[in-house]
């Protein structure tokens, strides 16, 4: 049981950190780049609402409660990457950075980042949905016609979670870094949100010819 446990947790860090298929973690960088480190009770809520989003679904899925179309889900994830870059950038751009990251008080954003209120929660739990979808494609690969799931299940999110946090420490310290160079974190949020906007638009690109192929289920 311990080795079934450590194998599928390893599984779950590498899936949601493989360069390779760069779309999860893509999303994450771009929902927590615009925060510095000592933001972190924002980012707490923000990553915390991704994470309850993706472990419903993921859950639901893998058990077959829920049942979505594969092509359809692969399609949305970068979706949901380019609107929250979209909305970051948007964030980002009315801010003055010349007076401390802050403009308008909570309208634009203060030395802690931009305030996106209710409306990036509501996107990190809601897109967290999708992204659970797509992880238990992943998963019910993996387990085949396996009998247990539930240890599996769990060992899978848990090292989804350990990823999602790696992602989170890289993207904070490339932040500090490239900020730091800059001198201006606004430009940091509108460098990463543009990249990002420009990766997941290209995935979407690439996906939406599947749209027109046969049925796939996870």
Known sequence: MGSEFLAYLRLGVAHIADLAGYD???FVAALTGAYPARAWRRLVVLVTAFTVGHSVTLALATLRLVVADARVVEALIPATILVTALVSIALARRVDDSRGWRRGGDRGGDAEGPRGGPLLYALALGFGLVHGLGFSSYLRALLG?????????????????????????????AGAVVTRVMGARRDWVLLLGGATAGLSLLLLLQRLPALRGGAGVP
């Open 24 to 26: 999860h973690l893509l």
């Open 145 to 173: 016609a396996e009998a247990s799931i539930a240890l599996p299940l769990l060992a899978f999110n848990l090292g989804l979670e350990a990823g999602q946090l790696l992602i989170v420490a890289a993207t904070l310290l």
